[in-house]
């Protein structure tokens, strides 16, 4: 076990796979002399040269457009979109040709390919660099969308998402890239569509994605002091959905909040709370409660982008109200 930050964590499976196997390599802009814009990629071009690490123009539509071709004839591209916020730019290339080869060739075609995207706010990036989309991906069949928490998700489900025979978009927040934790130094795989329960309890359970399960966990063991058991769920991946761990954690402690980065109106919350009321009406004691992003464009104030966004009070305040009624 060695203690990685997150940046640090996603270097080394790529470093590992491509070790592995000849058909992974990297694309995008500044990936190879540069590092990649969060350093996320720094030395794997000195080691596995300019062929492998592919510096690329400034062309969303491009990078993306050459990943799906080159997964199409059989290598395994790992894509980097510097920010997730300019999707829009790439959104053909994936939506309508990686998403629907395998389907529209009758299962003869695959696309393994990966796009690597950094997202969500906390560092003054405003409007057009802090966005997270991950409502919009979760919608289009065809794409795996992958979140991670922690440095150690983050290692095991990217070497899973290279490995995988389908689109994987994986989502890297900005802020997590930062954060350390305790990750195996050997190569191992976390299945994408398992959830993880971070921490055990019986009185409410709280779906969190991305750094919003630090929040979340931060705020169950204040709660603890309280006398209020709160257990903590991480999808880890959003599309596929662990829809059986959820309903089982709800099942348990009758009460259900949903917290995500992203705006509340249309986001992936709103298909959690559904699948559960669907799914598990009946053993539900209250109120499913959302926190997330008001519906407006993300503030450069740093203290209107800290209002803007999820926090540890939030929560607690969430829980406590869930408990009276």
């Known amino acids: 076990m060695s203690n990685m930050m997150m940046s640090g964590a996603i270097n080394n499976a790529l470093k590992l796979e491509m070790e592995r196997d000849p058909n992974v390599f990297l694309l995008g802009i500044d990936v ?52 997730m916020d300019f999707i829009g730019v790439m959104l053909d290339q994936l939506m309508n040709q990686a998403a629907k080869m395998r389907y529209m060739f009758g299962g003869k075609a695959s696309i393994p390919m990966v796009m690597r995207t950094c997202y969500g706010a906390g560092i003054g990036a405003a409007a057009q660099h802090s966005q997270s989309l991950e ?70 359970t709280i779906v969190a994605t991305g750094q919003t399960v630090s929040f979340s966990l931060s705020a169950a063991d204040k709660l603890a002091a309280d006398g209020i058991s709160v257990e903590v769920v991480d999808p880890r991946t959003i599309s596929p959905l662990d829809e059986a761990t959820i309903l089982e954690s709800v099942k348990k402690t009758n009460r259900l909040i949903i917290v995500h980065e992203a705006v509340q109106f ?38 209107l982008e800290r209002a803007f966004l999820p926090n540890e009070n939030r929560i607690m305040d969430a829980v406590k109200k869930l408990m009276a009624r």
């Open 135 to 204: 409502a919009l991906l979760m919608h289009i069949p065809g794409i795996k969308v992958v979140m991670p928490s922690t440095p150690c998700d983050a290692k095991g489900l990217m070497i899973s998402a290279i490995r995988d025979n389908n689109p994987v978009v994986f989502m890297e927040h900005k802020v997590l890239y930062f954060t350390d934790g305790e990750v195996p130094d050997e190569s191992y795989t976390i299945p994408l569509g398992v959830a993880d329960v971070k921490r055990e309890g019986t009185d409410v």
């Open 32 to 83: 190879g002399f540069y590092g990649g814009v969060m350093g996320v990629t720094a030395g794997l071009q000195k080691q596995f040269g300019k062929k492998r690490v592919r510096d690329t123009p400034i062309s969303e539509s491009a990078i993306i457009g050459a990943a799906v071709g080159s997964a199409a004839m059989g290598l395994r591209p790992v894509a980097e979109l510097m920010f």
């Open 266 to 303: 249309g986001g992936p919350g709103a298909e959690i709370a559904a699948m559960v009321s669907e799914k598990a009406f009946d053993h539900l004691d209250a109120p499913i409660t959302r926190i997330a992003a008001p519906f407006c464009p993300i503030p450069f104030s740093p203290k």
